[in-house]
């Protein structure tokens, strides 16, 4: 990963550069200050609104969620300066567009900015 960017590993993973973002109960480095309270909002792509492979589309479009998330909030630490996020919260809902026939998820994800 270019510059030292990491991302949120899952429990047991391991890198050689830290990570940027931390998820609810991982827990950011020590020596961070608390820079401020933030609110980020992203979506997944859209997909066909369709019940068949309707499990398969909704992990498809979480995962996309998720990594879309993670890009946006690393950005953010970066033009605010700081070395790490830690997502507090999260509230992510489903979408719907009648006239495309397509579906994506919104997420609105709270963190602490820490420098």
């Known amino acids: 990963m270019a510059g030292g960017t990491g991302v949120a590993l899952v429990s047991g993973m391991t890198t050689e550069y830290p990570a940027v973002v931390y998820w609810h109960r991982e827990l950011p480095p020590l020596d961070g200050n608390v820079l401020g309270e933030h609110v980020i909002e992203a979506t997944s792509r859209r997909v066909p609104y369709t019940l068949a ?31 790490y996020a830690h997502v507090l919260n999260e509230t992510i809902d489903s979408r719907h567009d009648d006239a495309s026939g397509e579906s994506w998820l919104r997420g609105r994800f709270t963190y602490t900015l820490l420098g």
């Open 53 to 83: 492979h309707r499990d398969e589309l909704w992990n498809e479009c979480y995962r996309d969620l998720m990594d879309e998330t993670n890009r946006r909030i690393e950005q953010e630490v970066s033009r605010l300066s700081g070395r």
